[in-house]
């Protein structure tokens, strides 16, 4: 039987009763279920549960079809539903379909009355998840036709804010759309989306995944604290500025009171970054969804907000490294920074605030009036009040709630723990139940106390459930707490009322790390089963795709830990968990996570561990630590495979510093090994790399060459193949002699990529077009073009393409006024040397631009390829004697730009190994290698 849900609940068959169709569909949706979770979530209020469910199945039984299956206390949905359906087409990437489908809000016009929260929570949860499809659907069938059909582009935009039980867009969402390039009233409602959130889209400086908002969680229970609020106001207010570190115990509020402070005075202009177990900043850059590739991601943290104009909130910042780099912040006229931990900075611009726990000892003996002004006793309050709104402290219960607060030491988590309590307790045996764990002689205001009353409080099976549940380290699904601790949703709803767990975006939940420790170790056969979870998801992320990886980036602490349990087992597997750091940005955790397991392990027993790592050190600019490493593989005498992807690695650093000639000599060897071993993805790859780089060192003859024969071997071309191969002969064939083809072709590849959705030939074919634009002199005609694929570039963390099409766009408009200056900064600060070389190529490249002596000094350091180097050579012989033209090479610009190559030149003297830097014509290789079949599937950007 087919059922829809979508616009309304209705079944082909005879009427069913509403909450009986509703039950099959939930089935459907959420798979087999056990019969007392179904009783609980469907009928909480019914004076027997197990009856109503009975009885609703043999009603369903009784209507002659096959609607469900049940065996001993499992409940399994035979039906469909048009939901499941949704689902599948987004999953298989028909957007189209999708829209079709979507005939209006999940379960819309359902009446929810005597259904449990649980229940309607799910309803609206799953309503939002589906409309949320829908949202990306339209977004991606109006990036195909942005520019072949403008008017369904149009109704493509106005349908994105119609959609019937949508959430409100994320900025995620509203920066996709922008980049798509939208006029009139459009634009005006997308700016100012976006401005809510704290974002102004027109600057195009914050990357699509970046959430530098924001949205400051509403604090529900706040008391008490007005003094320490004004204290706070106080503080950042001074001049000169200081760093305003807010410590206390674990519990006692600092978050609360930031939150409480931020949303009155700064709802839309404060940045929270959480730091809980923190290591280093890179996770903070994580957050802003940048990807800086540079050793100190301090550097390119402070390099982001040197500009933002508000709060910057680091919440957690206990055992954050490098919190000295804060003072540099102060700088910024316009950033106020707070911090919370438990202990004191030490920095000499530092400004403390600490929070004491509510004190209540002088309250015993008083009256219920004097007691309910007290803030511990409010917060107690209030909290049981949002657990059980019928609450009341009487006047018997006074002295009670004293002495309860005082057990708990005034502290607010553990009067938030201890409040959850009223709904089946009152509040003297509370009271009693508290006073039974109180250690007189320990610690006062120790949260041990509260938790073990807690813990004494929850079922047995909520106990085995929280103990299996503390194997997890970092967040986790449904799926995974069903799977490895066998604990169903209803108990984990359970535990997250209980305030024993945390409820995540995305569905996901997590230990408190502040309760870690209180919590029994999992039994050894839970352990057993989260092992082999997770071996089992490396398995998963080995065979899933790009940026799909994001939906595992959750499960990385837990993914570690196993790889370290199994570090020296001969099945261990860590390419899939480079992928993630490498599709995700997360280098900064990545490049902690290889340095400590390389320490306990031999390069001769794990070369491959080792080749992961100098990938990650190239990736994120550490090229001195990648070719250490390299070398260190080239002296043990290694088999090809490995040697093949060390002088990959080799090649990519050379091409990183701007030394072409020893890029192409190691892209030779790696073509030639991939060839001998057989990997046909790397002979694709390879070879297809070792092409580009011969046209860059003006050697197309061998690059025609080579591009025959790879061609012809390759017979069973895929659509990305053939489009890349194509890409690459554009640059070989016409780059030199057929300006216009070039472009033409450029275009066409650029937008055959765009359409089929391989971005990084998009990004690649964009680039090269840009960048020969200016080398015959032209300036780019199509700024939305150059916008969109700006866009496309952050989402892709490919922070060096981006910066390249910054240079494009800083260089097309000079004529107003961007800022040379702040570009050649971030360049050199996150030691982008191919993107600077070619900010300086281009300089000089333009006619009317041209400066004699500045021209010269390029040419005298040549850091860029023979190609571009003879261009420049040919503009410096026309120059001769000529004079600027513009108030391009005014004084100040002159110092900064020469400064920019000296710079150039002293990171080559600073490069391990830089080769011979001189421009000399190569003898033309006389033989061109023999070339294997092609690989089935499309190369990834890996090793």
Known sequence: MHVQTLGALEAGIKPIKPKNLLLLCYLALEGKQDRKHLQML???EAADPATSLRVALSYLQGLGKDLFRSVQNQVESLIHTDAQELTQFYQQQQYSEVIKLYSGAFLKGLDLKNSSTELED??????????????????YEAQKVRYSMPDQFQALAEQFFQIDGAPPPTLEMLRFLYTLGLEGYLEHRVLKEAAELGVDLTTLQVPQKTNLQTAIRP???FVGRDQELQLLHERLQQIPPAIVTITGLGGVGKSTLVRAYCAEHHPEDTLWLKADGLKDASGLLHQLGLNVQQADPWVGLTDTLRYHKGIVVIDGADQLS??????????FPDLRVIVTCRQPLQLPEESLLKLEPFSIQEYRGMGLSEVMNHPAVQCFEKHAKRNHAAFKIRPEDAQDVVHLCAALSGLPLALEMASSWTQILSLKEIREEVQQVVDPEGDPQSLK????????LLSEQEKQALTNLNCFLGSFTREAAVIVSGVQLRTLQQLVRKSMLQMEPGQRFRVPPVLRGFIPDAPAEVGQKYQEYHLHLLDTMDATPGQQLMEFAGAIPDLMEIIRRILHSSTVKTLPLLKMFDTSGFYHIGLQFYSDIIRSIKIIE???IFIEYAWLCFRIGINSEAIRICEMLDDHDMDREVLMKVYNIKASVAMAVCNYRVSEEYYMKAFSLAILVGDKGRVFLYGINYCLILSENDKNNLAKDIMEKLEKRLDKLNLYQDLYINYVKNIILFRIDDDRRYILYMDQISEEARNNEFMDIYLHAVCKKYEFMFDISSFADDSNDLLYAMGIAQINNNISMYNSLKVVQVINNLDQNYDLFELIYRMRSSRD???LALL?????????MVHHDFLKKVIDYPFMSTYRWERLKKRLADSEGSAPENQLFEKSYMKVLLEAVEWMVFKDHQQEWVGDRQHHPHPEATEVLHLLEPHPTSPERSL
């Open 322 to 331: 490098g919190l000295d780099h804060l003072q540099n912040w102060l700088r």
């Open 449 to 456: 106390p509260i938790f073990e009353a807690s813990w004494n």
């Open 122 to 139: 799910w309803i609206f949860e799953t309503r939002e998840k589906l409309a949320s499809l829908v949202q990306w659907s339209v977004l």
């Open 219 to 221: 604090v529900q229970v």
């Open 833 to 835: 040397r191919y993107s």
């Open 840 to 848: 300086l190529c281009f300089i000089a490249s333009f006619k009317e």
């Open 606 to 608: 794990f070369p491959d």
């Open 42 to 44: 469907f009928w909480p």
